[in-house]
């Protein structure tokens, strides 16, 4: 049987020519299998790291964006497509149906992420008469939703011209600049904000010197004219029936043609706010309009509008930019309303503030509004509130606008009268019913006291667990610091306080700290995934923070007033903003509450959605037991099957026996594995071993090179190995003190423990699947099979301390969450005073240890023996965190002594 291998190895694995049938070209041959298969577990154990890498990111508690997802996929196709190619070349090409299976889950996975933006042809510039809600892709959301309201609901609107999103295709396309702006966005990495406004600096400058074409720069020109002759929208409509029917127009203003230049991306004012992060040009003369188009095309761009983008999962190419030009409302009085409180939608109110001026510093935060509460069943005001406002934003005759004190005579006086506010409340129920949704409304009223819609978009409702509602309001024992302000945002958090003096102080914003400033801004978006609570003296719940607060689910309370005053940089906070009050220190009974109020942080958003679809064509492992009929190429659904099925069949099939005869063929044994330490071509008849050592693990041995004393052994005993590394591990095994029961848990492992000392090692080896260890005189390459549990060992010990090294690798399974993470955590520790370098990605470990004498590496072998017997389904009793502090301390204490 043997000889009849031998003839088949050389005929179909080498094929050589007589003069060729040396040692060294065999030697050779091995070298190159040997290599491959090595290739093969590396690859193998890259791509499991990487899958859980994006699994830890599932928790919704890091922050990632769309690069992240499509960096790890690429990673993640590769390396399953070298494992496919490893194993063919293994087998002499056994598997090519896993080419096939590759190439469907791939395609599913693509089709996943595939969800570019494609911009549709239309005219350069469409007056807003010709738009509505269905133009979002063509017109931008801001732009088709003013269109909506203004052709469909006969509401009130400025008259204007948008410059669509294909005349934003062809400005790039003229310059070039899709291919430039791409490249610096890949470069882009959102925890480096430094490096991203570098980034962001150079697109921008792009952007903004680049030329017009012709056709575009003719089309705007066009539109302006136009708008320059149209009178301006209807004045002074009443509500009837739902709608809104117009009295005569009315003329146009003087003293030229004032435009506001808005943006309108693609994506904003819809499923995503993008609330302040894109510019906004006000009171803008007609030879500007221009050069106000590329800084609002070039907003698209700043470092929060990138990070809001990439942390909501967006594609570079989804980045388009549509503009609004709309004749200027030079306001007397201007705002924001909600037509329902997003903190408190039950309470049935209209929420309305404003300002004297421009609105602008109701979307800002940086003035105290004028509050109006109007009852949704009867349109009553049921609550008001008029501070002293001290400055108000005006436009200036030269085309810009400013920031000037309230005149005296408008001085801690209402914004609007009754009549305004009524006006407002039914233009609010209007628009909530006709989009079927609570909307956020910004309007303005001009000098002649003439009301505009200016903007509707759907409001963010904040989610609110019930837990919260049993929140207490006030924890006696505990000192509180603020117990005033406007809540934007409900919710518990603890940290240290970071007082922000100014917007570049952003960049060293630490992690799980408590933001304190002095107003609120949109910028505060690129630190939104680090904070546990954002606390200002000034802002208003209905400002562009306030909606970007509750997106990203930050416990937030404004208008505290005093809140930079009274509270000292790094002091430790707890935020209240449920019941509005900032405690100082840590207050328990709040912060473990926290953990039952759902923060959702990224999982409402498109990106999280992403990933977790994506996971689902990855990880999910559905080929488990070897032995069933179901564990064949044809059935792999994921990619992790694959990177299984393949394992287990590097690591296992080619030395299974049928009963009581060798192995098949030499060459189905030397397709998978085959080494380059044979000293000539007679070791190849060599066979798996069994081991006989009276310990729970089914193990086989390929012995390479000196591994064993005899040659021809069918079964090995401990005595009969001879391999420095694998002696000293197995020695460590075989020697492991199993503990006795404890009262805490004496029916759970030490009582199993108990009583499998009492059975037969046939009973014991059903606990785990077959292991197999490839072993010389100095190395090893163990793979150990434990119930669920798998671990690789591979070590080279010798005289010179240069090649003498250990790796570890370690993925647990079959148990709760917990309690594999508490079991990585043992491990992880004690092998660290071990001296190994180990890095941990949720629940697998790598692990090495480099450079050290031979007897320092025995001596490590052996704890790891110990180790690998110690934590055998350990996990069954590490029910919480004290229980897994008392096996590492025991484990420490009885076993790592080193010299």
């Given amino acids: 049987m043997l000889i009849h291998n031998m003839k088949n190895f050389f005929k179909k694995f080498i094929r050589p020519k007589k003069e060729e049938i040396q040692e060294g070209s065999l030697q050779e041959a091995l070298r190159r299998k040997y290599v491959t298969f090595q290739e093969l577990l590396r690859k193998n154990n890259n791509v499991l790291e990487l899958m859980a890498d994006m699994e830890e990111k599932l928790s919704g508690e890091y922050l990632f964006d769309r690069q992240y997802i499509d960096a790890s996929v690429t990673s993640i196709r590769d390396g399953v497509l070298k494992i496919i190619e490893y194993i063919n ?427 304190v400033a002095r107003h609120t801004s949109p910028k505060f978006v690129t630190v939104m995934n680090k904070a546990a609570a954002i606390i200002t003296d000034v802002g208003s719940a209905t400002g562009h923070m306030a909606s970007l607060s509750r997106e990203y689910q930050v416990p937030t309370i404004l208008d505290t007033e005093t809140a930079t005053r009274i509270i000292k940089d790094g002091q430790e906070l707890t935020v209240d903003a449920v019941n509005c009050n900032v405690y100082e220190g840590k207050v328990e009974e709040l912060v473990n509450l926290a953990f039952n109020i759902h923060r959702s942080t990224f999982k409402d958003t498109h990106l999280f959605q992403t990933l977790e679809r994506v996971l689902k064509l990855i990880v999910p492992l559905n080929l488990i037991d070897p032995d069933k009929d179901n564990f064949r190429p044809e059935q792999c659904e994921t990619f992790h099957d694959i990177t299984r099925f393949t394992h287990e069949m590097a690591m296992a099939e080619i030395f299974r026996t049928r009963e009581g005869e060798h192995i098949e063929t030499l060459e189905d044994l030397l397709s998978l594995v085959a080494f380059a330490e044979t000293d000539n071509a007679k070791r190849l008849g060599e066979q798996t071993i069994i081991l006989r050592a009276g310990i729970p693990v089914d193990a086989r041995l390929l012995n390479i090179d000196g591994g064993v004393r005899k040659k021809d052994l069918k079964k090995a005993t401990p005595e009969d190995i001879t391999s420095i590394p694998f002696s000293a591990f197995l020695n460590g095994m075989i020697n492991m003190k199993w503990p006795g029961p404890r009262p805490v848990d004496a029916k759970g492992f030490f009582g199993m423990i108990a009583n499998t000392a009492a059975t037969q090692e046939e009973e014991l080896l059903k606990m785990g699947g077959r292991s197999y260890a490839i072993i010389s005189l100095n190395y090893m390459n163990f793979s150990i099979r434990l119930g669920y549990h798998f671990s690789l060992v591979e070590a080279y010990a010798g005289d010179n301390l240069n090649d003498n090294y250990i790796k570890f690798f370690f993925k647990g399974g079959g148990a709760a969450t917990d309690r594999r993470l508490r079991r990585v955590r043992l491990i992880t520790e004690i092998i660290k005073k071990l001296d190994f370098r180990v890095k941990v990605t949720g629940d697998v470990i790598n692990a090495i240890l480099t450079k050290y004498n031979l007897s320092a590496i025995e001596e490590r072998l052996g704890i790891m023996g110990k180790l690998t017997a110690y934590t055998k389904q350990l996990d069954m009793v590490m029910y919480n965190d004290a229980v897994t502090d008392m096996f590492i301390e025991d484990f420490v204490r009885d076993h790592v002594k080193l010299r």
């Fill in 89 to 515: 070349d293994l087998s002499e090409k056994k598997y090519q149906i896993l080419y096939k299976r590759f190439e469907d889950i791939n395609e599913k996975v693509q089709n996943t992420l595939s969800r570019k933006q494609v911009i549709q042809v239309s005219g350069l510039s469409i007056p807003i008469e010709n738009l509505n809600k269905e133009m979002a892709n063509i017109s931008g959301g801001k732009m088709s939703h003013l269109g909506e309201i203004r052709n469909r609901l006969n509401l009130p609107t400025p008259d204007g011209f948008s410059i669509s999103a294909y005349a934003y295709k062809r400005f790039l396309e003229y310059n070039k600049l899709s291919g430039k702006i791409n490249a610096h966005l890949s470069e882009a990495n959102i925890e480096n904000m430094e490096a991203l406004d570098e980034i962001s600096r150079k697109i921008q400058q792009t952007v903004i010197e680049a030329e017009v074409p012709e056709d575009l720069l003719n089309a705007v020109n066009t539109a302006v004219e136009k708008l320059k002759v149209e009178k301006n929208p209807p004045t002074s409509p009443f509500y009837k029936g739902g709608l809104f029917e117009s009295p005569p127009l009315v003329k146009g203003g003087e003293g030229g043609l004032r435009v506001s230049v808005r943006s309108s991306a693609i994506h904003e004012d819809g499923e995503f706010s993008f609330a302040g992060q894109y510019s906004t040009f006000l009171n803008v003369p007609e030879d500007l309009i221009i050069q106000k188009y590329k800084e609002v095309v070039a907003s698209l761009f700043t470092p929060r509008a990138i990070f809001y983008c990439k942390t909501k999962g967006f594609y570079e190419e989804d980045m388009v930019m549509s503009v609004g030009v709309l004749k200027m409302i030079d306001a007397l009085a201007g705002g924001v309303m909600y037509t329902k409180d997003p903190n408190k939608p039950e309470s049935g109110v209209v929420l309305i503030n404003a300002v004297w001026g421009l609105g602008t510093s109701v979307v800002d935060g940086t003035e105290l509004p004028n509050f109006y509460s109007v009852a949704r069943d009867t349109g009553a005001i049921v609550e008001r509130q008029v501070p002293d406002q001290q400055n108000m934003a005006i436009c200036t005759s030269e085309g810009d606008t400013k920031d000037v004190r309230v005149p005296d005579a408008l001085k801690n006086k209402p914004c609007l009268t009754d009549e305004q506010i009524n006006i407002l409340f039914n233009y609010a129920i209007a628009l909530e019913k006709h989009y079927g949704n609570p909307q956020d409304i910004e309007w303005a009223i001009d000098q002649d006291n003439q009301i505009y819609i200016l903007q509707s978009r759907p409001l963010r409702m904040l989610k609110v667990e019930s837990s919260t509602l049993s929140v207490p309001r006030r924890i006696e024992k505990y000192n509180i610091l603020i117990d005033r302000g406007v809540i934007a945002c409900k919710g518990i958090g603890y940290g240290k306080a970071f007082i922000l003096k100014d917007h570049d102080g952003l960049e060293h914003f630490p992690e799980g700290a408590v933001l």
